[in-house]
């Protein structure tokens, strides 16, 4: 019975081998559920078994010149779809490496809006200071670019604490104003420009 059998598949896969899609579609439905089988113990995952499955019977179509008849067929449909995952696992690596590159290499969408609004905010601020009085520039400037506290202001400019308060107000209120009616949007980028 078992040397039937063999006779059988030896001429269903030497048809196949001819190019007898019918020989073909008759092995594909003896040993569908075979590699069905193999496939999902490769992916654990039912879709991904099919997906392999029909591209074995794919290769094995397009690679019907080298089925050796002497061998054994299931063992070769093994080895193609062993192939085929791990080929389909290279691939997958290959795209997350090139994908996490991508990642470190480019900045954000995001990170390049907040970088402009940024930029955008320093241009408007010097826009603004450069148009205050002398006195109240320099207070500005000496607070907010160089970091000096309100004494240390003070004992600088010869004026007092109390100046320097007032001034410095003067020049935030301005600032404020500035952005509350000419660029609403970026109002959140002058509070960090002025606190940071």
């Known amino acids: 019975m078992e040397q039937l059998e063999d006779f059988k598949n030896a001429k ?12 073909f579609n008759e092995i594909y439905h003896q040993y569908r559920k075979k590699i069905y089988g193999y496939a999902y113990h490769f992916s654990r995952n039912s879709e991904e078994a099919e997906e392999l499955t029909q591209d074995v019977f794919v290769r094995l179509w397009e690679n019907r010149s080298k089925i050796d008849i002497q061998k054994n067929f299931e063992a070769f449909l093994y ?10 696992l290279r691939k997958k690596a290959r795209e997350k490496a090139y994908s996490n590159e991508n990642l470190k290499c480019e900045p954000s969408f995001n990170t390049i809006e907040e970088e402009l609004n940024a930029k955008e ?34 004992q600088l400019m010869g004026i007092s604490k109390n100046t320097v308060n007032n001034h410095l107000k003067k020049s935030l209120g301005t600032l404020r104003k500035y952005f509350s009616t000419y660029s609403p949007e970026t109002i959140l980028s002058l509070a960090i420009v002025i606190f940071c």
Not at 12 to 23: P, Q, R, T
Not at 79 to 88: A, D, G, Q, V
């Open 79 to 88: 080895t193609l779809i062993r192939n085929n995952f791990l080929s389909i």
């Open 12 to 23: 269903l896969l030497n048809a196949v081998k001819a190019g007898d899609s019918a020989a």
């Open 121 to 154: 905010t320093k241009q408007i601020v010097n826009k603004v200071i450069e148009s205050l009085s002398p006195q109240v520039k320099k207070i500005y400037l000496l607070s907010r670019n160089d970091h000096h506290t309100h004494e240390e202001i003070s």
